[in-house]
């Protein structure tokens, strides 16, 4: 852990960093792009979702939703992350001790492993239950935990300005 705490007080000190942080205007421009990404991820990921759910969307497949969806998740994804990494590099030395950036990492985390786990089982088998009003209960257990964490990753996101 001290490696890593040198390593977050290294970034902290580079001349990218530094700029980012002095800036009167690089900050919130990377922030307000940072958070027009995750909007598209949480925007395109809930609308799956609620679908996975049954609570919009019935008659349109799934696998529909998820071809047409699918790009724009990725690319606020990348957006997300991109622009996610500057903002740490920005404040790595502070960041490394916030409870709610260790939370939002361990949420990230989390709903990379529920996406991945949804992908390699229930939606393999899309074909039999696509039109499906009911999905499977995999599924929708999928999609509540994507909703949760996804909400979770938000609201720590922001705490992360208000816990030194």
Same mark, same amino acid.
């Given at each position: 852990? %001290? $490696? %890593? ?6 970034i902290?000190q580079? &001349?990218?960093?530094v ?12 922030? #307000? ?8 991820v949480? /925007?395109?990921i809930? !609308?799956? +979702?609620?679908?996975?759910?049954? =609570?919009?969307? $019935?008659r349109?497949r799934?696998s529909? !939703?998820?071809?047409?969806? %699918? &790009?724009l998740?990725?690319?606020?994804? /990348?957006?997300?992350?991109? #622009?996610?990494?500057?903002?740490f !590099? ?8 916030n ?5 939002k990492?361990?949420? =990230?985390?989390?709903v /990379?492993?529920?996406t991945? @786990?949804?992908? @390699?089982?229930?939606?393999?088998r899309?074909?039999?239950? +696509? @039109?499906?009003?009911v999905t &499977?209960l ?8 994507s @909703?949760?964490?996804w #909400?979770?990753i938000i609201?720590s ?5 208000y816990?030194h």
């Open positions: 852990m %001290l $490696k %890593l705490l040198h390593f977050c007080q290294w902290y580079t &001349p990218l960093s700029s980012i942080r002095e800036s009167t205007w690089t900050f919130p421009i990377i922030e #307000t792009i940072h958070t027009l990404g995750i909007v598209l949480a /925007g395109t809930a !609308i799956f +979702d609620v679908r996975l759910l049954g =609570l919009l969307l $019935k349109t799934v529909h !939703i998820a071809r047409n969806v %699918l &790009p998740t990725w690319t606020g994804f /990348g957006v997300m992350f991109v #622009t996610g990494l500057l903002l !590099i920005s404040e790595s030395a502070t960041n490394y001790f409870f709610a950036f260790r939370i990492l361990l949420l =990230l985390l989390l /990379g492993l529920n991945l @786990l949804f992908h @390699l089982t229930v939606y393999r899309v074909e039999s239950w +696509d @039109l499906a009003e &499977p995999h599924a929708r257990a999928a999609a509540t935990c @909703l949760l964490l #909400t979770g609201i996101g922001r705490m992360i300005a816990l």
